[in-house]
């Protein structure tokens, strides 16, 4: 049993690493990351928020609903450490 | 367990030294839109002034300042200014966190109510990431037991 799982493991490994020769180039200007979406933030990033840092209009703005929950999730996980740890003297 | 610490050079360089943290957190999350920077950030350098209260006078006097309850008020105050910003927006008549429309209740164009609205939504994560980290850092260091912590 520990050798099947050694095999399947090294398989998907090999699978894996091939399909990695796939992958655009590191920074490729013609890869879909860079063709898609980065041209509008770049481009139109002050025009259209008024914000001379694109980081700060793409987590805030064009990407303001995950921020969002990335709050809410800071604000979970610090409220369930609370629960979890704190002890209130009686 | 935190031992109060009787140090008159610490106690007057970190009651020295606290408001400029707190001012350099401020201004992080203030200029978060044009320099590195926002709300995580700048609420992690306010939650660290506060923890320099803690280790240089001692935790009945940092929470005599920054009460537990104030504490809680604060990590769900932050989300709450968040939310609203994007419900503010769904009232006026746009979708969820489009802030162009804020310009109808701000004197401002669409392009700088983003702008606004964008610092609004920091101020928020800022105030949540601070009081998260506070109430942390008094949880881990005292094993929850914040009353007993000078006891022993």
Same mark, same amino acid.
């Given at each position: 049993m520990k050798s099947l799982a050694f095999i399947v493991t090294v398989i998907t490994g090999v699978l894996l690493i091939y399909a990695t020769a796939d992958f655009p180039d590191?920074? !490729?200007?013609?890869s879909p990351a860079s063709l898609h979406v980065s041209p509008r933030y770049i481009e139109k990033t002050v025009e259209e928020t008024?914000?001379?840092n694109m980081v700060t209009s793409v987590l805030a703005d064009y990407r303001g609903y995950d921020t969002l929950f990335e709050t809410t999730v800071i604000f979970t996980a610090g409220i369930t450490a609370v629960m979890l740890i704190r002890r209130p003297r009686k | 367990m935190i031992t109060p610490l009787e140090n008159i050079i610490i106690k007057t360089i970190c009651r020295l030294l606290i408001p400029f943290i707190q001012l350099f957190g401020l201004y992080v999350i203030a200029h978060g839109h044009g320099s590195p920077g926002g709300g995580f950030q700048g609420g992690c350098i306010l939650a660290a002034s506060f923890m320099l209260v803690v280790v240089a006078f001692d935790l009945p006097e940092a929470k005599r300042r920054f009460s537990e309850k104030m504490n809680n008020i604060f990590s769900s105050l932050g989300v709450f200014i968040y939310a609203w910003t994007g419900w503010m927006c769904l009232l006026l008549?746009?979708?969820?966190? !489009?802030?162009?429309?804020l310009s109808k209740i701000l004197p401002v164009n669409p392009v700088m109510a983003r702008y606004y609205g964008m610092f609004s939504i920091e101020v928020g994560v800022g105030i949540t990431v601070m009081a998260i980290m506070v109430s942390l850092f008094l949880d881990l260091v005292t094993g929850g037991k914040h009353e007993e912590a000078l006891d022993e």
């Open positions: 590191w920074g !490729d200007p013609s008024g914000v001379p | 008549g746009a979708n969820f966190l !489009d802030y162009g429309i």
